[in-house]
């Protein structure tokens, strides 16, 4: 049973655009909520996390959106850069971390 | 900043061999994570432990062990390896009395190849 879902897998952005990758969560024991950044090769990089007693946070460009009723949260790119090209995984965290499916994010010049 | 360290960077082992992992937490963490990705796939949870005593347990295979010793470092040691333990195996840190609570620190990495 999958219980973290990610969407969509993949993710083509223009340059500039907004870059939106939600997830959706079935445990109630979860109690972080991490993004995280993966280049091929590389170890999973954390981007941004969030309590679920808080509805949004943002760091530069990125905003985590945090919907406790509905068990959903999604990260938005504002800004989105070639450099920003990589695989993002939301994580839901009971002390280890699940992870999503992964978003492979492209973002074209 | 010091992050988690991971040795070796690159394994490569026959069939039915034997590998250890190590992994060198970031400095004052108390918490070492085990995960498992193969090619495409997302981080897979293996093990964890909480000063130095296993704290949860994952998706581990019986022919896989780990420890982690009275320096926080940790060991993950595969026996009668098969041609589907090539992966990408990560270790991750983090601090139960840091503010972020459970935030982990993912290390870079050791590529496991099984031939």
């Known amino acids: 049973q999958q219980q973290v879902k990610q969407s969509p897998q993949s993710l083509i952005v223009q340059k500039g655009g907004i870059s939106i990758i939600n997830c959706a969560y079935e445990?109630?024991?979860?109690?972080?909520f991490p993004w995280y950044q993966q280049f091929p090769g590389k170890g999973p990089a954390l981007l941004i996390a969030?309590?679920?007693?808080?509805s949004e946070k943002k760091e530069g460009r990125f905003t985590i959106s945090f919907n406790k009723s509905a068990k959903q949260f999604s990260l938005h790119i504002m800004d989105s850069q070639p450099g920003d090209s990589a695989t993002y995984f939301c994580?839901?965290?009971?002390?280890?971390?699940?992870f999503g499916d992964g978003t492979t994010l492209t973002v074209k010049p | 900043a010091a992050g988690v360290i991971q040795s070796p960077r690159h394994l490569i082992k026959e069939k039915r061999e034997t590998a250890t992992l190590k992994c060198y937490p970031i400095p004052r963490h108390d918490t070492v994570y085990w995960y498992q990705q193969g090619p495409g796939q997302d981080p897979q949870f293996l093990i964890s432990?909480?000063?130095?005593?296993?704290?949860d347990k994952g998706s581990i295979p019986d022919r896989f062990s780990a420890q982690q010793f009275s320096d926080y470092h940790s060991e993950l040691n595969m026996s009668s390896l098969e041609l589907g333990d090539s992966a990408l195996y990560f270790c991750?840190?983090?601090?139960?009395?840091?503010?972020?609570?459970?935030?982990?620190?993912f290390g870079p990495g050791t590529r496991l190849t099984v031939l």
């Open positions: 994580a839901a965290n009971a002390g280890k971390s699940t």
């Open positions: 445990n109630t024991a979860f109690d972080y």
């Open positions: 991750a840190s983090s601090s139960r009395l840091a503010k972020v609570g459970y935030t982990q620190y």
């Open positions: 432990f909480y000063e130095k005593m296993q704290s």
């Open positions: 969030i309590r679920p007693d808080v």
